[in-house]
């Protein structure tokens, strides 16, 4: 049987498609919680997550209302500042994913779902985020240079669920795993003549 990437380990144990581990725990938050089971939940949440995805990586900024509450929040605990409400959190990505000479392409490897209510859950999942240097012309096609730098996160998230199905209601992260590759892809240009 195949199975797709978004599918985790996570949903096949918590959907008792692997028997012989039910009961595992992430965080303390064991499979064998009746609550946890909620395949269409798990499916929902594991589809909004990649639509985040897509929407940064297309920069069609407008598409995370499909992916934020109204009243969303971005932050959480510890975080320097909170961004919250839909329209800040769109201005706030559009501000980080809207310049068009930067490509990126981002995933959601791992999505543990837990604690789904008829109404709330919560997510732990790891993606990565990666950035692509200047497209080079090769061969009458255009292709992206080798050089890329790639960031592996991590995201804590709690969602709600209203007419419009599961929305993030509160974003921690991403917590940066790791950074790997070349990072004066992202660094922002020196101030003009101190080159």
Known sequence: MQYSKLFSISFLIAAGLLPGISGASVNGTS???PASNDADAITAISQLLSLFSITLDTKDFSALRGVYASNA????????QN???ISAIESFYRAQFGNASVSTQHTSDTV???????????SVSYG???YFGPKVLERGGQMFSNQSVVFRER??????KGEDGWRISLQT?????AIEGDTSLIAPPPPPGQD
Not at 73 to 80: K, R, T, Y
Not at 155 to 160: E, L, M
């Open 73 to 80: 929040i971005l932050g959480g605990d510890g975080a320097a």
């Open 83 to 85: 961004i919250t409400g």
């Open 128 to 130: 990565n985020a990666f």
């Open 173 to 177: 992260g991403p917590t940066v795993l």
């Open 112 to 122: 543990y779902v837990s604690d789904v209510t008829a109404t709330s859950a919560r």
């Open 155 to 160: 995201f804590d998230n709690k969602y709600s």
């Open 31 to 33: 499979s064998a919680n």
